[in-house]
């Protein structure tokens, strides 16, 4: 059995940069409620050299039990220790420009991330999570937790469940694998999942620095301040930097690169928020490569006329829709798609050719087309009257229906990122949107977006 190996990245992973490998322990496993108690911190720098730092953490909380026995940090150990606050310069130091690595990483950068912000500070980092790593090094393990990477590569030793044991693991995992499988496929694998971005020339240096990782909207600009696109992200500091990883550009990444001289991003509390305004500020100022976002002024509605006759139906852009949004159905994504649709339904349920328009009679009582090869009941030689005809076309449009709406009035929803102390009050009307107390014109991306989170989070909404 080999004991506590030695601790050490190999030369071909140092040349991606510093690495600060990490180890948390903490009151619970929830980042927004929970506190850390404790922090190990293993910097690796460029000539191989290592910086060690680790303290007991007061969480100013009391411990919970089975954390106790899990951990062996009791209350009485962290009772003098030094507060986040205490240690935060020194916690920065250790971080600063380096690849923020842990086992399960997102836990450990979600602690860090809320002690900093408690004290009101932002925190960001590139994190590389090893947990990830061997899942790409090794597709075929069975488990690729820490207790199963000691036992797999026999990494003894180390005291498991206190930060710095578990950092000295992780580092000590890395390590291994390089010799396993070969350097260059461990240095492939971490750019591959850090996204390592090759910066365009026309860019500064540090373009890429402050993003936050947060959700929002983001704007690339070419020569004399065109927008060249604007996307939407969960996390814009992960999404806009996998524009310029090597190996994850498409050609439209490519040619962005090209042009790209300036980036902006507007953060938001939620995607819901950043699927709004993303949609907003293509319409408004049409970015040259948001080729189908930009179609969406093709996108329209089906309304049935008022009447009990077979009139055909009327096809409506969301700009001609008004206040009423009874029988109206969609939204399609242009006029041609939603003719090829209802001839389809038509097939499907025996609709009749020329009351949908698809044909018109040289005569009374004339026959469609369909109703000549027995697909029509007959609303055009009187078959079916013409309010039996209207009735099946309603069914059959029926899942497309837009709905009453479901308030008396105006509708909030707040959207929260209690990470980064945000929260966005979204207010709609009649599955419109309304900004500054005025209801906007009907537009068919807020319906759709509006329609589809209702659906799935009816009860963050309330009456306004």
Same mark, same amino acid.
């Given at each position: ?185 461990? /240095?492939?694998?971490? =750019?591959?999942? +850090? ?6 020339? $026309? %860019?500064?240096?540090? *373009? @890429? ?125 242009? /006029?041609?798609?939603? =003719?090829?649709? +209802? ?6 349920? $025996? %609709?009749?050719?020329? *009351? @949908? ?108």
């Amino acid at each position: 059995m080999t004991e506590r190996l030695d601790i050490a990245l190999p030369e071909a992973l140092r040349t991606l940069g510093e690495f600060a490998f990490i180890d948390v322990e903490t009151t619970g496993a929830k980042p927004l409620e929970d506190r850390v108690t404790e922090i190990a911190i293993i910097r690796v720098h460029g000539d191989g050299s290592l910086t060690r730092w680790q303290s007991l953490i007061n969480p100013g909380v009391a411990i919970p039990a089975e954390i106790q026995a899990l951990t062996g940090i009791t209350n009485a150990m962290v009772r003098d220790a030094p507060s986040f606050f205490d240690v935060r310069d020194a916690v920065r130091q250790m971080l600063e420009g380096a690849v923020f690595v842990a086992h399960n990483a997102r836990f450990d950068y979600g602690f860090i991330k809320n002690e900093f912000r408690r004290i009101a500070e932002s925190f960001t980092a590139d994190v590389l999570c090893t947990v990830r790593l061997s899942r790409k090094l090794y597709p075929d393990a069975d488990g690729h937790g820490l207790d199963a990477l000691i036992d797999r590569h026999k990494l003894h030793g180390f005291d498991r469940h206190r930060a710095m044991g578990d950092t000295e693991a992780t580092v000590a995992f890395v390590g291994v694998a390089a010799d396993d499988v070969g350097e260059d496929v461990v /240095k492939a694998a971490v =750019k591959s999942l +850090l996204k390592t971005p090759s910066l365009p020339a $026309q %860019l500064p240096v540090d *373009a @890429l620095k402050n993003i936050p990782d947060c959700s929002g909207v983001y704007l690339f600009y070419g020569v004399n301040d065109l927008p060249l696109y604007i996307g939407k992200a969960k996390h814009l500091r992960e999404r806009i930097r996998a524009h310029f990883s090597s190996d994850h550009m498409t050609p439209n990444d490519i040619r962005l690169s090209q042009e790209l001289t300036r980036i902006e991003w507007l953060p938001t509390a939620g995607e819901f928020s950043a699927l709004l305004l993303e949609a907003q500020l293509v319409k408004e100022r049409m970015p040259l490569h948001n080729v189908n976002l930009r179609r969406r002024d093709k996108l329209g509605f089906y309304r049935l006329p008022d009447d009990e006759t077979n009139a055909p139906m009327q096809w409506l852009s969301a700009a001609e829709i008004g206040e009423s949004h009874a029988d109206l159905y969609g939204p399609f994504s242009d /006029k041609s798609s939603a =003719k090829k649709w +209802l001839m389809f339904a038509a097939r499907e349920h $025996q %609709l009749c050719d020329h *009351a @949908l328009g698809f044909s018109k009679p040289r005569s009374d009582a004339e026959p469609c087309f369909a109703r000549q090869v027995g697909r029509c009941y007959g609303a055009c030689d009187g078959g079916e009257t013409a309010a039996q005809h209207r009735a099946r076309l309603r069914a059959a449009l029926a899942h497309l229906a837009v709905p009453a709406w479901p308030f008396s009035g105006e509708a909030v929803f707040e959207e929260r990122d209690v990470a980064n102390d945000r929260c966005d009050v979204l207010v709609f009307d009649r599955w419109c949107a309304v900004s500054g107390g005025v209801r906007l014109p009907f537009d068919g991306d807020v319906y759709r977006l509006l329609k589809r989170t209702m659906g799935k989070t009816a009860n963050k909404f309330r009456e306004a």
